[in-house]
């Protein structure tokens, strides 16, 4: 069966940190991988993507992520963190139909 | 931003009423979604379309109907709300041609069930 784990439930790192935030999966194939973001009380808005090729992909906001296959894994990372980044982060996977992880809180201490 | 236009934004009801969600787009994709976000399981499906009339279930669908009758509105109805159907209600459109298959999503609906 398919399915997608965010490991980490809340995550607090300080300003100007560095940040990573896991996502394992289990799928039939290599699925589509994708990082969501959702500030409070909006939609979710698409960090980045991968299909195929290059398995480090840039996204919006400084974000990337790298694909590792042997591990099923898609993590994000930030460089250098900012307080406006603070809001809950989702891992989806899929081709047709998605599936989403139960997301990651992320707060910044100034 | 993509097209996408949820109604109502807002809505309480009671148990053991109808209530139909509707999901706007303007951006002709094929593919349309309906999710439900409850704390502590993030977004999960509830019933997808891949065109007009075609519709099919995803993983919580037990409650749900849909329907799709034009390219644009795809509508999500619970014949007899139940409190455990409260719940911020996303819809979302995707197209699949070549790489471009991710999904955009609506400004939500939030559903409560007294």
């Known amino acids: 069966a398919q399915s997608v784990t965010q490991p980490d439930i809340h995550i607090t790192v300080s300003e100007g940190a560095s940040l990573e935030l896991r996502c394992n999966y289990s799928y039939g194939a290599t699925p589509y991988l994708f990082w969501y973001v959702q500030s409070p009380g909006q939609g979710l808005q698409l960090l980045l993507k991968?299909?195929?090729?290059?398995?480090l992909v840039q996204g919006i906001k400084g974000f990337e992520a790298e694909f590792k296959r042997s591990q099923s894994s898609f993590n994000l990372r930030k460089p250098s963190v900012h307080w406006s980044d603070a809001a809950e982060y989702f891992c989806a996977v899929g081709f047709n139909k998605f599936y989403f992880g139960s997301g990651t809180k992320l707060n910044v201490k100034p | 931003d993509a097209g996408i236009t949820q109604s109502p934004r807002h809505k309480v009801t009671e148990t053991g009423t109808p209530v139909t969600l509707r999901c706007h787009q303007t951006?002709?994709?094929?593919?349309m979604y309906w999710y439900r976000q409850d704390p502590g399981h993030g977004l999960r499906l509830i019933h997808y379309s891949y065109g007009v009339k075609d519709t099919d279930k995803g993983e919580v669908s037990d409650g749900y109907s849909v329907s799709r009758s034009k390219t644009e509105d795809f509508l999500l109805t619970l014949e007899s709300a139940t409190s455990s159907q409260t719940s911020v209600y996303f819809c979302a459109i995707s197209t699949r041609h070549n790489s471009d298959n991710e999904q955009f999503f609506g400004p939500g609906t939030r559903l409560t069930v007294l």
């Open positions: 991968y299909f195929s090729g290059d398995t």
């Open positions: 951006e002709n994709h094929r593919y």
